[in-house]
């Protein structure tokens, strides 16, 4: 019973928090944020790439990509985090977080290199809506600490 | 740093000793061994808090499924994926740049307010101090302050409270130092009570603000 309520209890916070009413929103329809960003590092939006730097939006429908020496780490809304490594590529194929509503869809693509994955709200909520994958695997989470290698 | 592809034939020289070293003893294999320009390497590993959750890895062949840490699956096309167990050093050797690229956990507080007021309570104003630290030893942070109330009074004026309570959360932030720009505030009134009561009950536990900082 007393788990039961915390249970509850992280639930109520994990709704709480990602509201979609939101009074001071900055860029509502952002799936998330650059935290880090070291070396190259890019956001290529709609075929044009930009560099990219700590606190950036991160749309659904970008690719995060490094260089040799760069790494980027993305925080997206729902908790989820998403990390790269060198010379490497992950899409952000799909981002829907709408708890109150019970839309949450995410689809991240490792397209080349390394990439780590800690999952958010969304693989707690919902596993079946999170969908990970490589060209060469598809990975399904159950709340999860992932690191992806895509090609040797 | 070591270029990946120089780690693989590595790993198969590791990958020999170490068949060669526990042969009799039959266990988990140690290394992934060579990862394929047309495949993956998908490995778990333990959550932050201790425990490990699970992953499964497919392919059009099949499934293999990640259950312990560090279980691997080297994926190559057309073959059916399995699982071996790989080193903490591997793992660090094959990943550690994007490891360490990784935010760190968001982290949340709960501060508790006086029956209809927008007061906080003296336990929740110490909390402010640690709030702030936390926010500023972030690179880009963002600061989400949600509003809550008990069931006292109407759905909408507890929406109203709600709100009042977390602006007011939100200009006392802003007003110790967070740029306004990074902290957003909002209401759920009484639709997501901490405590479940029936309508009309008083409940300082219910009367909160929470505040997730990324």
């Known amino acids: 019973m007393k788990n039961a309520k915390r249970l509850a209890g992280v639930l109520v916070f994990a709704i709480a928090t990602s509201v979609p009413t939101l009074v001071y929103a900055q860029q509502p329809n952002a799936a998330g944020r650059v935290k880090v960003a ?115 | 740093m070591t270029d990946p592809r120089t780690i693989a034939p590595r790993l198969v020289v590791l990958g020999l000793a170490a068949a060669a070293a526990f042969a009799a003893a039959c266990g988990p294999k140690n290394v992934a061994g060579p990862i394929r320009p047309d495949g993956a390497l998908i490995v778990l590993l333990p959550d932050e808090d201790g425990s490990t959750g699970r992953a499964s890895v497919s392919n ?22 399995g699982v071996v167990t790989m080193s903490e050093a591997d793992v660090k050797r094959l990943f550690g740049d994007a490891l360490e690229a990784l935010p760190p956990a968001p982290q949340s507080f709960t501060l508790y307010f006086r029956f209809e007021s927008d007061e906080l309570t003296e336990e929740s104003k110490a909390l402010v101090p640690k709030i702030l630290a936390t926010v500023k030893g972030r690179s880009a942070p963002e600061v989400v302050v949600v509003g809550h109330t008990d069931t006292m009074g109407t759905p909408s004026a507890n929406f109203a409270l709600g709100l009042k309570r977390a602006v007011a959360v939100r200009e006392l932030l802003v007003a110790s130092g967070l740029d ?22 008083p409940e300082p536990r219910n009367r909160r603000v929470e505040i997730a900082v990324k």
């Not at chain 1, 190259?40 to 690719?63: L, Y």
């Not at chain 1, 260089?67 to 780490?73: E, K, P, T, V």
């Open chain 1, 38 to 152: 070291s070396g190259t590092a890019f956001i290529v939006r709609n075929g044009t790439q930009v560099a990219a730097k700590a606190g950036d939006a991160v749309f659904e429908s970008d690719v995060l990509r490094t260089g040799s020496d760069g790494r980027l780490g993305v925080t997206l809304k729902d908790d989820t985090r998403v990390s790269l490594g060198p010379t490497s590529e992950v899409r952000v194929d799909k981002f829907t977080y709408a708890p109150a509503e019970g839309n949450l869809a995410l689809a991240l693509k490792v397209v080349r290199g390394v990439a780590a994955y800690v999952s958010g709200r969304i693989a707690k909520l919902s596993p079946d809506a999170v969908h990970l994958e490589t060209p060469a695997a598809i990975v399904g989470v159950r709340g999860t600490t992932l690191a992806i290698r895509a090609g040797a």
């Open chain 2, 180 to 201: 306004a720009a990074t902290v957003e505030a909002t209401s759920l009134g009484e639709s997501f009570l901490l405590i479940q009561t029936p309508n009309d009950t």
């Open chain 2, 60 to 81: 059009p062949a099949g499934t293999a499924d990640l259950t312990a840490p560090r279980n691997a699956s080297n994926v190559a096309p057309n073959q059916r994926p």
